[in-house]
């Protein structure tokens, strides 16, 4: 709640010049590990996982999801067919973000958003689709449980690149917030990748 009162509030700027392309999400290997950063996102966060060989430890084959926005279940396989049942969401969206701040940015402060694991959770394809670009104000998880964790995780990455907020998306975030005012704001140390 308090990193929150810290935030800029700012009128969404305009977004007709956003390229998603330009945050460099999966091909830039931020903490140059040698494996993209949706399976390192997979390695972090799903169960029994097992890695493909040949991959040097990196690409994700099989694993279990407990899916922090919905609450299902859901075995993970890599395929043409069912790799989209798993997504890796932008908890702070891209969209969300070049309109908040972002769109001034050099490109390597937006690689480095891009493929920041604190900006990053592993969720069912379905929840993340419906997301979209949504900031707090018109979305939010549907495991009541989580949404404390997803709006202090929101607050933790607009603070941690100086992104502004709208009036509405700070007001629901203190809503959500108000409810769990001791809730900890994440670190980049507790959501790193393996």
Not at 53 to 73: E, K, M
Not at 112 to 124: C, I, K, R, T
Not at 178 to 193: G, R, V
Request: glycine share 6%; charged share 25%.
């Amino acid at each position: 709640m308090d990193a929150l009162e810290r935030l800029t509030v700012a009128a969404h700027a305009a977004s007709s010049d956003y390229e998603r392309d330009a945050f460099s999400y999966r091909s830039y290997d931020q903490d140059r590990n040698g494996c993209d950063i949706r399976n390192d996102v997979l390695r972090r966060d799903l169960d029994d996982i097992t890695i493909r060989a040949g991959t040097n430890g990196c690409t994700v084959q099989t694993g279990l999801l407990h899916d922090p926005y919905t609450g299902a279940t859901i075995d993970f396989e890599r395929g043409a067919a069912t790799s989209g049942d798993v997504q890796i969401d932008h908890v702070v969206a891209l969209a969300n973000a070049w309109a908040t701040g972002a769109d001034t940015w050099k490109s390597e402060v937006l690689q480095e958003f891009g493929n920041d694991p604190l900006n990053l959770l592993a969720v069912q394809g379905a929840a993340n689709q419906q997301k979209g670009a949504h900031d707090a104000a018109s979305w939010l998880p549907d495991m009541e449980d989580f949404q404390c964790e997803f709006v202090a995780r929101q607050v933790a990455v607009k603070l941690a690149y100086e992104l502004t907020v709208t009036m509405e998306e700070r007001s629901a975030m203190r809503d959500v917030l108000s409810t769990c005012p001791d809730e900890p704001l994440p670190t980049a140390a507790e959501t790193a990748t393996p």
